[in-house]
């Protein structure tokens, strides 16, 4: 793909976007014919955005957000900005097919709760973002759309699950994403696609509205962007309690944007690395890595190697529990049809029957184990105020090729053993955010996660904030855009 001179409107970041648009330097349509020209040029090579809406409709919206901005009213933040939903996340009137021939022509007649905040807060939503078969695999294809690519390499994954997310914010498709986290789902796009992806404390985001309300707390959604203060308001917006989910927090979210500058000498840090050898790495995400732990020591933080006293292989186990136990709960239905079971992925599959295999015993010892787990993290952050680890194993691999079979010379035994590294934040239930470290040879992206403890959900972005103004990685565009002048 050769290199595109960008329109100035959609170079902006979402900060500065909406600046412009509440002063009137820029109308609401002007953006809108800005992003649809820029997406008509570069989406159909990588295939981020699905279930596009029809231009007339979308300019007419646009119109709309004008006029109330005529009046001196305007809804919020997002007044005027196109937004793409993750396609797990219910849409009224829009298609939602998560990624499933199951469901390719559902249209919901309600908004998930994280998307009706984004339209009160003036969102104008212009389609979906593509995902995996029900978001499951950090690899982001289906037989619905076809498959995502990266934005620096068109023939390697995007990552996922919010993997069309992540791909439309590098490419500047976007002015910032919403997206999801069960397994690293909003994580390993954004180190994949040189950009921030923020999974909050368990609660901070209402998930939702489910079925189920109690058990399920491994999956949130939240948010991504091409700056971490993009990333501290759609934070802002997608934040805060609902009653149709309990286990919500009811602090009030406030501006997580506001107060982002923070002194960090003599912050202390603990750097995991690969759990002392556990994890199998690529050549080169490691020591990618471990050179990006020089930056933080520049802001001040004193860094230092540390371990969890916690066997890694039981932390594998309990994640494989919970997952086949939430999954056969959800998609056990369309497993026991014979006319629906085919259409589900064999990765799918898989973990219905791991879930059938399941005792309440087994369940119940995988909940003890995360409970251990999370008072094993609670005891080093009595010693360190943040931790460290990486965002990912592998290096983005081959678009046609479903999941790794071998990483760092060891087999990989499950479709999804090769994002383990991404498990431990998940299941603990603590903020972390993936900042951009660099590239490698190859000129492939990578990500560092930032862990904070329970709940400290802007001591994080703080840290991510100082970590940015420094490195400034995203500014190191995809090969197929030019920032324009």
């Not at 007419?60 to 797990?88: F, N, T, V, Y």
């Amino acid at each position: 793909m050769k290199p595109l001179a960008i329109d100035p409107l959609v170079a902006l970041d979402a900060e500065a976007l909406s600046r412009a648009i509440h002063a009137r330097q820029v109308s609401c349509r002007e953006v809108m014919q800005a992003y649809l020209a820029h997406i008509e040029r570069l989406n159909p090579q990588v295939n981020a955005l699905v279930s596009l809406r029809a231009e007339e409709d979308l300019l007419r919206e646009a119109d709309d957000c004008d006029r109330q901005l005529d009046r001196g009213q305007s809804k919020g933040w997002m007044h005027g900005m196109p937004q793409a939903i993750k396609d797990l996340a219910a849409t009224a009137g829009l298609r939602t097919t998560m990624g499933s021939p199951l469901f390719a022509e559902q249209v919901p007649q309600h908004d998930a709760i994280s998307v009706a905040r984004v339209r009160d807060c003036g969102a104008i939503i212009i389609g979906k973002t593509n995902v995996p078969e029900f978001g499951l695999g950090s690899q982001t294809y289906n037989s619905v759309f076809g498959t995502t690519t990266n934005a620096y390499d068109a023939s390697l994954i995007a990552g996922g699950s919010s993997g069309g997310a992540a791909v439309a914010l590098a490419l500047r498709l976007l002015p910032v994403a919403d997206g999801s986290d069960m397994m690293g789902s909003l994580r390993n796009p954004a180190a994949f696609n040189n950009v921030f992806g923020f999974r909050p404390s368990q609660g901070r985001v209402p998930h939702g509205p489910m079925p189920e309300v109690f058990v399920q707390q491994l999956a949130t959604e939240g948010p991504m962007g091409r700056t971490v203060t993009d990333v501290a308001r759609l934070l802002s917006i997608q934040a805060g309690y609902d009653p149709r989910v309990p286990l919500s927090l009811k602090d009030a979210p406030g501006n997580f944007a506001e107060g982002l500058q923070q002194d960090f000498t003599d912050v202390r840090i603990g750097w995991l690395g690969d759990y002392n050898g556990y994890l199998p790495m690529d050549d080169g995400v490691l020591s990618l890595c471990e050179s990006a732990l020089a930056d933080f020591s520049t802001l001040g933080c004193q860094v230092e190697a540390c371990q969890p006293d916690f066997a890694m292989a039981r932390l594998w186990q309990t994640w494989l529990t919970h997952r086949h136990f939430l999954l056969q709960g959800s998609l056990g239905a369309a497993y026991a049809d014979p006319h629906k079971r085919p259409l589900l992925k064999p990765e799918a599959q898989w973990e219905v029957e791991g879930g059938l295999r399941l005792t309440a015993a087994d369940v119940y010892q995988a909940s003890v184990d995360r409970s251990e787990w999370y008072r094993a993290l609670s005891e080093l952050f009595q010693r360190y105020d943040f931790l460290l680890l990486p965002t990912a194993q592998v290096f983005p691999f081959d678009a046609q090729q479903r999941w790794p079979r071998v990483v760092g010379g060891q087999s990989m035994d499950t479709y999804h053993r090769w994002m383990e590294v991404v498990i431990g934040p998940t299941l603990a239930g603590l903020p972390s955010i993936s900042v951009p470290v660099g590239f490698n040879p190859a000129g492939l992206p990578m990500g560092l996660q930032i862990i904070g403890p329970a709940q400290a959900d802007r001591a994080v972005l703080q840290l991510a904030y100082a970590h940015e103004q420094l490195t400034r990685w995203v500014e190191r565009c995809p090969p197929t855009c030019l920032q324009s002048a």
